[in-house]
């Protein structure tokens, strides 16, 4: 798909897909937000480490949705101090 797009219900996913499919506008992947099933991750307490997920800007309805997208990556203040922790820790 070319585009995600996120729905508020379930209902008003529906209606865009069906909007969608009969202007013909291509493909597109409708999510509502009910659906995002968010993990809690455990990030290694380190200094110059932070999840993505909080470094990101969004409105608050849209946090479920960078917390799936982003929820398992963290930023780090070198490439060093990333590669380290992608060792030790498993994370993207």
Known sequence: ??????????EVAELAVKYIKSKRLGAVVVTPLSQLRV???NFPEMEGVRPLAEVV?????????V?????????CRSMELCELVAKRHGID
């Open 39 to 41: 993990r809690n991750e």
């Open 57 to 65: 800007r969004c409105p608050d309805w849209a946090r479920p949705a």
């Open 67 to 75: 917390q799936q997208v982003f929820g398992k990556a963290v930023v």
């Open 1 to 10: 798909a070319l585009f995600n797009v996120l729905a508020t219900d379930d």
